[in-house]
C-alpha cells in the first residue's frame, strides 16, 4: 500500500474532532477534565488564519480550540502533529497557508517543518522578523520577542475558523 500524501493525512478526519473526559492522572497532567482531540483542518484552518506581522504558537492553537468546543484543554500531542501534517500538506498543495508563522513554545521554530530550519527562517526574515540560535552542538533557533507578535485567541485572526 502506497503511503498516504500530507493532503491525503490532512483530509482524513478519522471521527474527529472527539470530546475526551479525562481520567485523574491526565486531569493532574493536563490541569483539565475536559479534552477535545481536534480534526486536523481544525488545526490547517487556525494556521492559515495567522495574518501577515503576526505568530501564533501550538499553545495558543490549543487554546482557541479548546474553546471552539467549549472544553478545558485540547490535545497537545495530535495538535503538534496536525501542525506538522498542516506545514507540510501546505507545500504539497502549493498554497498561501503560512505555516512559518506557527512556532513552538518560547517562540522556538519548528524543526519538522518542510526544509527546517533554513526555509522557516527565510521566510519569518522576509516578513521583518529576527531569528535567534541557541545551542553550539545542538541549534535551536527562535523569534526574537515573538511574544510581541503573537496572536492570542480567534479574534485576532482572518477569516473563518
Not at 501577515?52 to 495538535?79: F, H, M, Q, S
Amino acid at each position: 500500500m502506497a503511503k498516504k500524501t500530507y493532503i491525503e493525512k490532512l483530509k482524513n478526519d478519522k471521527n474527529l474532532p472527539k470530546i475526551v473526559k479525562l481520567d485523574e492522572k491526565a486531569r493532574q497532567k493536563l490541569y483539565a477534565k475536559t479534552m477535545v482531540v481536534p480534526k486536523p483542518m481544525d488545526v490547517y484552518n487556525i494556521m492559515k488564519a495567522v495574518p501577515e506581522g503576526k505568530l501564533i504558537t501550538t499553545a495558543v492553537i490549543r487554546k482557541i480550540l479548546a474553546e471552539k468546543y467549549n472544553v478545558d484543554t485540547a490535545c497537545p500531542l495530535t495538535t503538534g502533529i496536525f501542525v506538522n501534517i498542516s506545514a507540510n500538506a501546505s507545500v504539497e498543495l502549493h498554497d498561501d497557508m503560512p505555516y512559518w508563522r506557527t512556532l513552538k513554545t518560547n517562540g522556538k521554530l519548528n524543526p519538522k517543518y518542510p526544509n527546517a530550519p533554513e526555509e522557516q527562517i527565510a521566510l519569518l526574515e522576509s516578513e521583518g522578523f529576527e531569528i535567534i540560535t541557541k545551542g553550539i552542538k545542538k541549534k535551536r533557533y527562535f523569534v526574537k520577542g515573538y511574544d510581541k507578535y503573537l496572536v492570542t485567541d480567534k479574534e485576532s485572526l482572518e477569516g473563518n475558523i
